[in-house]
């Protein structure tokens, strides 16, 4: 006996398939034209900009954790949710947060006491110039809720993690499916869904920084 829905699947099943003979593309036309480390670092300062973010730049480890120092102490949290120290790559961070009494709290510690942090400090695994966007992938001590549950988001990038765009860092990455998911994020968390009013911090934070070395 053939039920409504095996006729509609195989009316489905037996329909043309469209664009069969479209041949893979073998190349794209990258949003940024300019690769050079500078050009590609002053497009994604000036987009993540745009996003919303605050982006610094900085010549030395000294005077970006003086930045993030001043972000943290500066609004008067104690707690840090953050990747491990070691994947953080700035020398001396984690003397610097000693200093300054910082509790560092990383992910492992259970639900409870990482959302009791105000502010998440991580890593990126690259930064699309095209877009100012972030793409954090999640591995060993990279977890998500550093950079999702704080309502301040601080990530460091190093110039060289800068790329033009997503099929770049896709073209350069090809064992990139290998980590479970990957957050592309693209300034603060944000919302319209009621009455088209924006707000800012419902589903993350609502406050991103990119420090960039």
Sequence with gaps: MTTSRDRILNKLRSAPQPFTDVPPRESYRHLVPNVSAEGLTARFFLEAANLGCK???????????????????????????????????????????????????TADVGKETAAQARVGLTGVSAALASTGSLILSSGAGQSRSASLLPPVH?????????????????????????????????????????AMETVMGVHGPGEVHVVII
């Design 55 to 105: 982006v610094s730049q900085h010549e030395s480890a000294g005077s970006a954790i003086k930045t993030i120092l001043d972000i943290i102490v500066g609004e008067g949290f104690a707690d840090l949710l953050s990747w491990p120290l070691d994947k953080i790559p700035l020398a001396g961070l984690a003397e610097a947060l000693e200093a300054a009494n910082i509790h560092v709290i």
């Design 154 to 194: 601080i990530a460091v990038v190093v110039q060289n993690q800068i790329v033009p765009d997503f099929e770049s860092w896709i073209t350069a990455h090809p064992d990139f499916r290998r980590a479970s998911n990957h957050v592309v994020i693209s300034g603060a968390s944000r919302t319209a869904d009621i």
